[in-house]
Nanobody, 122 residues
């Protein structure tokens, strides 16, 4: 079992930056792939980015267009999402996920956090 706790969300203005963190705990968590999804009101949950336990990354290019960077610190069992040049359309609950697989679909992951709200004002 893996527990995920997100932090770092907040209210920012368009063009600002935020860094989200997700602290993982549980057995062998450093060997799990980790990622971020987001869900805006009235919309389906959307893949944002993922990082393999070895460090390889996958991005939803259409959603982040080079503005977001995912990274991890295995010593701290923490994954980060650096978000730059934020836009109002980035407003959503950002949810950390983890699992043995990695991909663009929710079914590729096994564990989910509660999410952290990011609101970008224009």
């Amino acid at each position: 079992q893996v527990q995920l706790v997100e932090s770092g969300g907040g209210l920012v203005q368009a063009g600002d930056s935020l860094r989200l963190s997700c602290a993982a705990s549980g057995r062998a968590v450093s060997t799990y792939n980790m990622g971020w999804f987001r869900q805006a009101p009235g919309k389906e949950r959307e893949f944002v980015a993922a990082i393999r336990w070895s460090g390889g990354t996958v991005y939803n290019v259409d959603a982040v267009k080079g503005r977001f960077t995912i990274s991890r610190d295995n010593a701290k069992n923490t994954v980060y999402l650096q978000m730059n040049s934020l836009k109002p359309e980035d407003t959503a609950v950002y949810i950390c996920t983890s699992g043995r697989g990695v991909g663009l679909n929710m079914g590729d992951y096994d564990y989910w956090g509660q999410g952290t709200q990011v609101t970008v004002s224009s």
